[in-house]
């Protein structure tokens, strides 16, 4: 039993020569080690010392030890939930994977509550969101294909959101399209983020 530990009670008015006897068949026992507990006015180390002279491989300690040691450790561990937390607290996670598009803070900066820090581009399939004159978005519903172009590329898609409410601003219906793009990685997706297109409806009924 490598491991295990003894306690020697300790009392006033106790009797010296039946701790050391103690100690010894702890030793024989194969104890790892004794530890006696701390009293008011006994000389507990005066006590080891005799136990370490009658002893040979036995460890000895003295409960003050013990309590210095287990409250260090309860205060670092009360410091490393501390740091854990603050950690915790700083740390932005997106919802979703995705490349950064842009940085709008640098290291260090201080952050206001709700201020932007960075612009994420999902790793999904490529989306367009669009406007549409509310007179025309009558022909458009969940489902409907469209072409998607820009330079001399165009895309097909299909508009899979629709809001429910007309924009009072500009009168217009946004949707949204997932388009059929080959896989893109970050650096060409960061690219197309925000880019102005066209989009016509191929199968408006």
């Known amino acids: 039993m490598p491991n295990e530990t003894g306690i020697v009670p300790f009392w006033k008015g106790y009797d010296r020569k039946s701790v050391l006897r103690f100690a010894q ?3 024989d026992l194969g104890y790892h080690s004794i530890w006696l507990p701390e009293a008011w006015a006994y000389e507990q180390f005066q006590l080891l010392t005799e136990i370490a002279v009658h002893t040979k491989r036995i460890k000895l300690a003295a409960g003050a030890q013990a309590g210095a040691a287990s409250a260090t450790a309860a205060e670092r561990r009360a410091q490393l939930a501390y740091l854990q937390q603050i ?6 996670r997106a919802p979703y994977d995705g490349v950064i598009a842009t940085q709008y803070v640098m290291p260090g900066a201080h952050v206001r509550q ?4 960075i612009r994420i581009i999902g790793r999904g399939a490529m989306r367009v969101r669009f406007a549409v004159p509310e007179a025309e978005a009558k022909a458009l519903h969940t489902g409907a294909q469209v072409t998607v172009a ?5 895309l097909e898609g299909t508009i899979d959101r629709v809001a429910p409410e007309v924009e009072s601003a ?18 060409e997706r960061s690219a197309l983020a ?3 297109v066209s989009v016509r409806a191929v199968d408006a009924r």
Not at 87 to 92: G, L, P, S
Not at 114 to 117: A, D, I, Q, S
Not at 150 to 154: F, G, H, L, P
């Open 114 to 117: 709700g201020m932007p820090v």
């Open 87 to 92: 950690v915790h607290e700083a740390t932005i």
């Open 25 to 27: 068949m702890a030793e």
């Open 150 to 154: 820009w330079d001399s590329r165009a």
């Open 170 to 187: 500009s009168s217009s219906i946004v949707m949204e399209a997932i388009v059929d793009a080959p896989p893109l990685n970050g650096e």
């Open 194 to 196: 925000g880019r102005v």
